[in-house]
């Protein structure tokens, strides 16, 4: 029987409107919780606004924010990740020398642009990041990073994900979240890593898990669980490497399954 459902937000709980069935999730998680199923979500969004997308279930639920770099079980910090001052300055210097790249540091309580950054990509962004400030330079962070953004224009960006990825290796690993972007995660860390932290906490086997993903950043926790869903919209290689699919974000696919499931039990 599954013990917990982990989800990725954007892509996947989501819809392409950035929202969701409240009322469909609240009759979900009532079943959800009778049965002691636990929800866990499992994101590359800052814990924050996770806390603003699920008011009333904060303590309820388990987060792994920030693509596994920050885990929080029903209110308390398990661990926090993060990147050093050096290696922000290195990225900082590499998206300077780069046509076209946008950069973002994200705090574990606030996230930082610099003055004068592209506005469209500053507007956009924050709606993942409603605690975002402008800053003159990165002296003026004062907050630990925990995870970096990156930008470039698309016809590099596998390019400068492997450059990272080679550069900065041990530091920092660079993952696509599909929509364009790169996300720059503490080394050794990843969605999975938060997962297999609940686990131990929890003792629930990778076999009573079930978990749903879009993008390159939800594959290792796709591939750890027992049943792992791609959503109808992923991207073709998580497609590829999830069990089973699931109807696309924009159909409530997710609670559409998860109420699939409980149907099977109750």
Known sequence: MIKAIAVDMDG???NSAGTYDHEYFSHIMQRL???QIQFIVASGNPIYQLHMAFPDYVDDLCFVAEN?????DHGKMIYCGQIK???VQGIFKLHQATPGSTFLASGLDHAFVIKGENPEFAKRIKKHYPRMKTINSLDEIDDPIVKLQMDVPGEITQQMQAKINHDF?????????GYGNMDLIVAGMHKATGIKKLMEIHHWSADELMAFGDGQNDMTMLQLVGESYAMKNGDPRVINIAKHTAPANDENGVLKTIDKYLKTIE
């Open 12 to 14: 996947t709980f989501l």
């Open 33 to 35: 919780q009778k049965k």
């Open 68 to 72: 596994g770099v920050e885990c929080f």
């Open 85 to 87: 001052p050096a290696t």
């Open 169 to 177: 290796a041990g530091k920092l690993t660079a993952v696509s979240s």
